[in-house]
């Protein structure tokens, strides 16, 4: 069975740049989360997105939005992007809304911004 | 604001010997905790969850504390394949509107 799959696997944006960034959840969760992880860092939360709905959302700027799509894949798109951006962007898709089950991991995007 | 503390580390440890990692976390509203591992620019995989009564999956141990707020994990028997970054996580009830919470993590490395 696939896990969670992301792409791309690497970037490189100038600053100012827009990126988009995508996630296919395992077959039958319908939860997405994105986590933001810089170097030495835990991944930080961006966002979390159940049956199409944003659910939550981190301390994270305007800049940062994401949607989630019928079939419950997710993109997180990034405007202006800074230096300060660069780092491994982590999905995770889970059963509903978590449920103490824990979330399984995508490999990640490795944006670097220069 | 919502913490998860590790110590950092790094602990170096022998091969075979049992190393102990604790955290502590502030949100009291916490209800799911768990351990996760992650290897060098790999992303975070469940090692276990943590229960009240405390869990065992072969040489790990996982205790929760909640008067404390107290998460700790012991393993037994170290291997050289252990050696990783343990993050703590902890998640409000119901999943949580506002995801996992992760600490810094603490970074172990097996010596042979």
């Known amino acids: 069975d696939a896990g969670v799959t992301q792409s791309p696997t690497h970037l490189i944006k100038t600053r100012g740049q827009h990126v988009t960034l995508r996630c296919s959840p395992i077959s039958g969760h319908k939860s997405v989360s994105w986590y933001q992880q810089v170097l030495g860092q835990g991944p930080q939360f961006i966002f979390q997105y159940y049956e199409k709905e944003e659910r939550g959302r981190g301390n994270f700027p305007d800049r940062f939005s994401a949607r989630q799509f019928p079939n419950y894949s997710s993109e997180l798109n990034v405007n202006a992007l800074l230096l300060g951006d660069s780092a491994l962007y982590l999905c995770?898709?889970?059963?509903?809304?978590?449920?103490?089950?824990?979330?399984?991991f995508g490999s990640g995007t490795r944006l670097t911004v220069v | 604001r919502k913490e998860v503390e590790q110590d950092p580390g790094p602990f170096n440890v022998p091969e075979g010997a049992t190393v102990a990692f604790n955290c502590t976390y502030s949100n009291s509203a916490s209800q799911s905790f768990f351990w996760y591992r992650q290897d060098c620019r790999k992303e975070p995989k469940l090692l276990m969850s943590?229960?009240?009564s405390g869990n065992e999956d072969g040489r790990f141990t996982a205790q929760l504390n909640r008067a404390s707020q107290y998460i700790s994990l012991l393993i037994r028997d170290s291997k050289l394949s252990d050696s990783a970054t343990y993050l703590c996580?902890?998640?409000?009830?119901?999943?949580?509107?506002?995801?996992?919470?992760f600490g810094k993590g603490t970074h172990l490395i097996i010596q042979p």
């Open positions: 996580v902890v998640n409000e009830a119901g999943g949580g509107a506002d995801g996992l919470t």
């Open positions: 995770a898709s889970s059963l509903p809304r978590g449920r103490g089950h824990g979330y399984t």
């Open positions: 943590v229960y009240s």
